[in-house]
């Protein structure tokens, strides 16, 4: 159930039996031969059909985060972190102010990661303000996956590539990752040391592969959004 296709008088209907919402965070970045959307391709497809299946309303996604690393690739679009910052702030309390007291975060992208500790601040501040948040690609889910069929977990690979993340043939081959130090790397050392922008490993996997995966991390999502069940 998505706000776009409600009108107010529905959204506040809905608060009278729900407190409940979810949020995507994502980024327009790029990912190698993958879409430009993939942050929020990945986490929209689990919060759709979490929320088609819990009933729990869907809130617009964030479409841009915090990707300076990659602004040498076009089509990338980053915000700086004390703007998003605040963005995201603001977004929450928008809710909490009509009445949202859970609020499930589905994030998609690394990024974004720093706006944690600036939310358990908003929490200090607000109570009754309970906040889940969930980075699919560092869960066990996608561990178990890379173990068994011997493949590297990284940006712009087999990992992201699911039928609607895909928007041109990719490559057979299994691209070595690269040797990188501890630098922080600006924009131009970025795109010289990635090149096409995956960080390497296979570009693409059996799709029966990327169905077992979704599936698994949509059941974890939606377990997550029985805020009774309290979680570590």
Same mark, same amino acid.
């Given at each position: 159930?998505?706000?776009e ?21 994502? %980024? ?15 986490p ?9 299946q ?22 990338t ?23 949202f ?10 990024g ?12 200090n ?20 996956? %890379? ?21 041109t043939?990719l ?19 970025t ?8 960080f ?8 029966a ?24």
């Amino acid at each position: 159930m998505k706000i776009e296709d409600q009108n107010w008088m529905k959204v506040e209907g809905y608060l009278q039996k729900d407190d409940r919402a979810i949020l995507v965070l994502g %980024a327009c970045e790029q990912h190698g031969y993958l879409s430009l959307m993939t942050d929020v391709k990945i986490p929209m497809a689990l919060a759709e059909e979490a929320s088609h299946q819990s009933g729990v309303l869907l809130a617009p996604p964030l479409n841009f985060g915090c990707s300076p690393y990659f602004l040498n690739y076009p089509g990338t679009i980053s915000l700086r972190l004390h703007t998003y910052l605040n963005l995201v702030e603001d977004l929450l309390r928008s809710l909490y102010g009509v009445g949202f007291r859970k609020v499930l975060i589905l994030n998609g992208h690394g990024g974004n990661i720093s706006v944690k500790t600036h939310l358990v601040e908003l929490v200090n501040q607000l109570p009754d303000l309970k906040l889940r948040w969930y980075d699919w690609w560092l869960t066990d889910i996608v561990t178990q996956v %890379a173990k068994k069929y011997g493949l590297d977990s990284e940006h712009g690979s087999w990992m992201e590539a699911f039928d609607f993340t895909i928007v041109t043939e990719l490559p057979d081959a299994v691209k070595p990752l690269p040797q990188v130090n501890q630098d922080l790397l600006g924009k131009d050392a970025t795109r010289e040391i990635y090149q096409d922008g995956s960080f390497g490993g296979a570009y693409r996997v059996d799709p029966a592969i990327m169905d077992k995966l979704f599936a698994a991390l949509l059941a974890e999502v939606i377990n997550l959004l029985d805020f009774t069940v309290v979680r570590p």
